[in-house]
């Protein structure tokens, strides 16, 4: 992913276009919601929607104008890890090539108990000495490339191999103080993605997991939470699991009764080998598996109160394949009068080209956030989101939330967040699907009313 989010960042950039097979392509955005969706803002004088670009909302960054950089346990430079990974078109690469073979990646924390044993051919560009003195070097890395570059903010991002989960033990990760004293007595169950996620807290830097594991042990939340930094995650919701949060949305809103749900996955990418290891598997299926439960859980008409549907994940590694995962899906529901309903899906996508946008999305919204204050009726203080940023849960398949708020995987409630945010940024209501001008006689005569009048001058403004 990583050398595919610089690659795309850097065609947008340059406009490049390329060749292939189906003809002429040229670099966009698509598949990132907020560069490359649209959003209602209401109704013109006539009653017709009017659309713009989330990207026009508010002020925020840009992709091709971000700075990347990052680490890797390989050290191979960005071009030929690009021809490796063998997702973009040829012609694509040979054009990237020269702006991508200088960028070599910093030396990373390498922890081999938590991925799997086939990643040890790759860690060759490894940091040593304890995990304290790798969490400072982190840290004086972050330092270094913010004074670097003239940056006015660093935002990091987990998109390295899914570890197995650790350990939450008392006295060891269960408090920010104690895990801090555990880091510095190199503590077994301390794992690479929490030594990354204290030093960007320590940084003042926003920190978001993109893979499955619990980098966010109750200690990782506590120091977010006295820093005031913001934390996000977990696990990047790209392909079969968006569906499935559409689907059982579907479903459970219809009044029909998912009753099995069973998900099969092979993919030749490295996070495939990785995850054919069961320790860090267990960390997917777990991450892949908890996305239906907020669904289930709202109609007590279908489902009692411990009630789940069975549900089942597969994931296979198949070489051959590479990044053109496959993800086949079959839904078993029951309806009405004792009747079966059995949804068979194939999905076909290219792995790191569904998630490369949602990194971006990830980056510009948590950016966005740190710009967002918010003052109560009645108050003089403005207050900041709580530092477990659940608005980015759109993006991840376990979104993490703070202590008592309610886990929402519904993914159409969560684009819906976010978007009456932005509205809110702006002095407008939040969007509701009522549209009762287009309900009622007297509402309809007067938006006809004003089709027929000339455009320039129209003669009332219908109240909607």
């Known amino acids: ?48 929607a009017v659309y713009t670009p989330i990207k026009n909302m508010l002020p925020m960054i840009d992709p091709s104008q971000v700075v990347w950089g990052g680490w890797d346990i390989n050290k191979m430079n960005l071009g030929d890890a690009m021809k490796r990974a063998k997702v973009l078109d040829y012609d694509l690469q040979r054009q990237l090539y020269p702006h991508m073979k200088d960028i070599v990646p910093l030396p990373s924390v390498y922890f081999a108990d938590f991925i799997a044993a086939n990643q040890s051919d790759r860690a060759d560009n490894v940091l040593c000495g304890t995990k304290q003195e790798q969490m400072e070097q982190i840290r004086k890395d972050i330092s270094d490339f913010k004074a670097k570059h003239h940056l006015d903010k660093v935002i990091l991002l987990w998109t390295a191999n899914t570890e197995r989960f650790a350990c939450v033990e008392e006295g060891v990760n269960d408090t920010a103080e104690n895990l801090l004293h555990s880091i510095q007595r190199d503590e077994n169950e301390v794992s690479a993605s929490t030594i990354f996620a204290v030093a960007s807290i320590l940084e003042g830097c926003t920190f978001i997991n993109g893979s499955p594991q619990n980098t966010f042990v109750p200690g990782v939340v506590d120091l977010a939470r006295q820093e005031k930094v913001f934390i996000a995650g977990d696990d990047f919701k790209s392909g079969q699991t968006k569906m499935k949060s559409v689907l059982v949305d579907f479903l459970v809103s219809a009044g029909i009764k998912p009753v099995s749900i069973v998900s099969y996955n092979h993919l030749g990418n490295n996070d495939g080998k990785n995850l054919s290891a069961p320790s860090q598997f267990r960390s997917k299926e777990i991450s892949k598996s908890n996305v239906v439960d907020d669904m289930v859980a709202s109609n007590r008409i279908l489902f009692e109160e411990d009630e789940h549907p069975d549900h089942i994940v597969v994931i296979k590694h198949v070489p051959y394949v590479g990044d053109s995962k496959r993800a086949m899906d079959e839904y078993t529901s029951e309806i009405f009068m004792g009747g079966k309903n059995t949804i068979v899906m194939h999905n076909t996508c290219e792995d790191s080209l569904l998630a490369t946008p949602l990194i971006y999305d990830l980056v510009i919204l948590g950016e966005l956030c740190d710009r967002i204050s918010v003052k109560k009726d009645g108050s003089e203080e403005w207050e900041r989101f709580h530092p477990v940023l659940s608005l980015l849960s759109y993006m991840l398949k376990a979104p993490l939330v703070p202590y008592g708020a309610p886990v929402v995987n519904a993914l159409f409630t969560q684009r819906q967040a976010i978007i009456n945010v932005m509205r809110a940024c702006l002095g407008l209501c939040p969007e509701n699907h009522m549209t009762l001008e287009h309900r009622f006689e007297s509402t309809l005569e007067e938006l006809q009313k004003q089709a027929a009048a000339p455009l320039g001058r129209p003669q009332k403004k219908p109240r909607i």
């Open 1 to 48: 992913n990583g050398c595919t989010c610089v690659a795309g960042a850097i065609a947008n950039r340059l406009g490049l276009t390329w060749n292939t097979k189906e003809g002429e392509q040229k670099a966009n955005y698509w598949g990132s919601l907020m560069m490359a969706s649209t959003v209602k803002l209401g109704n013109d004088v006539r009653g017709d």
